[in-house]
């Protein structure tokens, strides 16, 4: 679709929608793709799934300017440019009311799903202006549209992630840089099955069967499903979207 010889960078890029989407994007015949994550151990694993010539590993960490600054560094140096900037690196933090929500995770949720994003665009966008122009993905979800109790953090984290592509998107837009953002509704990924367990402890598949009832399609997504819409935002096919947001969540926002 359109993305034939360009350059990815994939933060979050060992988890479910990570790999996924760098395999679909290598299928597609990208020159290349930065697979970026936190976890060592997660990037193990997931070299042993995707082995392929043109990929790059990175660990790093996306909520501190060094780590930014790293896998930015590796990309250019490994493929010479970047066209297309996925920022879906994000943490679910902890499932408790307003009242009883540990600071620490808090800001920990903040630094990653926000600050990651903020400094991914940072850095990125003198790479993606060098290649004259590219575009920006942000995984957001449907908690950035809406408010959900007991997880206060992330959804400030993905409402604030609308906030930064906006802006991105006219900061952008002269450099000829796209910037929008992705919102999933559940996804059946690690992720969730983490949400899940906190909302429901010892019961997930009766939390994961309620949260299915609030899905007209009735199932969750699959990193599948979240990896064709970044293709499609990734491609040519989409050269005059920017600024905007994508929901692919079964009808559960409609």
Do not use: C
């Not at 929608?17 to 930065?34: K, M």
């Not at 392929?52 to 490994?78: C, F, L, N, P």
């Not at 679910?92 to 600050?115: C, L, S, T, W």
């Not at 802006?167 to 996804?187: D, F, M, Q, W, Y």
């Amino acid at each position: 679709m359109d993305v034939k010889d360009k350059v990815a960078v994939i933060t979050g890029g060992a988890g479910g929608i990570g790999l996924a989407t760098a395999r679909l994007f290598l299928e597609q015949g990208v020159r290349g793709v930065a697979v970026v994550d936190f976890s060592e151990e997660g990037l193990q694993l997931a070299k042993k799934e995707l082995t392929d010539s043109r990929v790059i590993w990175v660990q790093a960490d996306v909520s501190v300017a060094s780590g930014v600054q790293k896998y930015m560094k590796e990309t250019e140096e490994a493929f010479g440019r970047l066209d297309i900037l996925f920022l879906n690196a994000g943490v679910e933090g902890v499932v408790r009311p307003m009242v009883d929500y540990p600071e620490d995770v808090f800001d920990q949720v903040i630094a990653v799903n926000v600050k990651g994003v903020w400094l991914g665009m940072k850095y990125g966008f003198p790479l993606l202006e060098r290649s004259g122009g590219g575009s920006v993905i942000i995984t957001s979800s449907v908690a950035g549209l809406g408010g959900t109790p007991a997880v206060s953090a992330y959804v400030a984290s993905k409402h604030a992630t609308i906030g930064l592509m906006r802006t991105g998107a006219l900061e952008g837009a002269p450099h000829k840089i796209r910037v929008n953002t992705i919102h999933p509704s559940p996804v059946d990924n690690r992720m969730m099955r983490s949400l899940e367990e906190g909302f429901a402890p010892g019961q997930g598949a009766a939390a994961k069967e309620n949260f299915t009832k609030m899905i007209p399609l009735g199932r969750y997504g699959t990193n599948e499903d979240i990896a064709q819409l970044a293709l499609f935002l990734a491609s040519d096919k989409s050269s005059f979207i920017t600024g905007a947001t994508y929901v692919v969540d079964g009808g559960m926002k409609a």
